[in-house]
């Protein structure tokens, strides 16, 4: 696909969503955009809401989202300019002049206290925006801006600068997304845009290294890299330096630890000897030998993967202290990984890396049994035809970063066309859709308002607590799949609801906390007023679409829920932030939304869909029986072997392990399989293996 391709694709995705979203091209041009710099990790927790105003002498105020980034502390602005043309445009640097000063003028409207003084509407987001940067730069909580222009023009050749002076004493980031960047994003093995460091400007020409190890497409290497060099990346890159669950852990945790703050401040010398460093991993570096010395000149996709709060205490020493870095070094384990084996190998050295500390397991979700298997059931369990359609679709699990774009990456435009009409976009779900459906379900939405990354990792706690190792987990079937879909198209069906009323149109904001406490609410209504009863979800899954009934209650819900969220008795100011709060949840719960009549009389028994998830467990654990013995065979006797020495090595085995494990090392030879019973022992004893240390990246 070349880069005519993919914009005309795109623009012809944002028209249909239009279309079905009641919505218009520009508007979901600025959701889709946004929501590939998110998955990028680029940007995160952005509150879209378009504003536009006129400030001090009627400068042209204009924005289409913010965010606050609690890791390096940047105020993050956005502003689209969206031609919607046939014929690719150009931006100019008369354009990007403009759009900034668009931005930059609210931004100095807010910190000067134009805006409230003013008294612009309290529902706009150039309102919510003001009242939580002014507050957030009041308390010394931004440390720079960090502007982004968004469209689907391209740059002209003849733009070659677009730095900016700084605003308010803090740095500026201007940064344009044009079509050729997010074309580079899309084609991009790693699903994000690259980052390279060039290390050749440290005095000396480089860092200090020395080879550790290297093998098949993996090399590593110990290095020492000065603190003030440390300080200027990450105040340079923020936290798209940081891999994202390292990053997810500092923005829950804190980011400054105060041993490291007092030994920086006060022993700077032994920084050294008290600190562990950090881990490192890329994709390519180059190096080169002066004086003697071999130095590592560049480093290309730099990921801290462990020590992002060594590295945000030491930048933060900088900002807050004014701290003199000169004797400050610390230790880094760089591991390089080529291109092709990034995606499978660099999660698990993060994992690795990042074991004995309390980034748990919970970050590293991708490959955990839950995702894998509904990625077996997505690609599998086709939706009902609808709409007189005599050919099936599926909704696409993406359960690692970019696999609905790579699926299509070598596809001709024909094959593309085909794979798309049997997974279309509007039925591609992700691991952080899945956490805000079932959690907005379950009745948690001030988790989900937290954001995507606080909301996974609440999410994937939670599995990690339900899914047991050594069980079957038979209540994750084929029911929970259908159900889960039906989730998918109550949560997707309630944002398009929402974006097409009235109300909604003369504020556009908050639509994600509507959203998920609306679903909240309808779920604790019936809770509260039909134990007994629950929404058909079966039914939902059957025609694909929301019931009549469902869609008025919504109508009626949302409406009253944007009441309730603005209320003037709130305990905090920002919306948004309110929306976060427990506080803000347990009133909800106590409030009497309307529950119609109508809605009541579609409800199904709570025993009835009882009755279809047993069922369903039962089918699950015949075909878990089946999976295991096949999967015991496909992995080879060899791998098994692997698996027994392991075992022994370590005198981790019972008599009646090791006997079992003996059974599956050599059915090669004794042609004696094992039965459906043992297979699954056998998978027990493996993943019991797997917490003692077992690789799981094992070949056989």
Partial sequence: MNLEDFRTEWIEDLRVAAEANQSDPHSEFVLDAVDKLSEAEEVENVEIGYFEGLGRRNAKMMIDGFAFDAVDKSCVVLLSDFSNNKEIETLTSTDIDRLYNNMRYLVEAALDGYIVENKFEESSSGYTFAIEAKRLFDNDQISKFRFYILTDKKLSERVKNIKKAPLYGKKVELNAWDINRFFSLFASSQGKEEIEIDSSVIDGGGIPYVSATSGEGYSAYLAVVPGPFLASIYLDYGSRLLEGNVRSFLSIRGKVNKSIRGTILQEPSMFFAYNNGIAVTATEIETKVENGKNLITRIKDMQIINGGQTTASIANAVLQDKADLSEIFIPMKLSVVNHEKAKEMIP?????????????????????????RLEEYSRKILAPPIDGNQYQTAWFYERA???????????????????????????????????K???????????????????????AELINKQWNPTDQNASFNEYYYKKLIALAILFKSTEKLVSSQQWYQEIKAYRANIVTYSIAVIMNQIQRKHPDKTIDFLKIWNTQSLSPELESQLVITTREVFEFITRDDRTTLNVTEWCKKEDCWKRAKECNFTLSERLINTLVSISDEQEEEGIAQREQKVDNQINAEIELINLGANYWQKVLEFGRNDKLLSEMEDGLLSVAAHFDTTGRIPSDKQAKLIMQIRNRLFDEGLSRNLKA
């Fill in 437 to 459: 459906f079932i959690n907005s379900y379950e009745q948690r939405p001030h988790t989900v308002s937290r954001g995507a990354q606080f909301n996974m990792r609440s999410f």
């Fill in 348 to 372: 698990t050295i993060s994992r690795s890396a990042n074991s004995q500390n309390k980034v748990d397991e919970a970050d590293f979700f991708s490959n955990h049994p839950y995702h894998i």
């Fill in 401 to 435: 970063r970019g696999q609905y774009v790579q699926e299509q990456m070598k596809l001709t435009r024909a094959e593309r066309k085909k794979f798309q009409v049997k997974n279309p976009k509007t039925q591609l779900i992700r691991k952080v859709d899945v956490a």
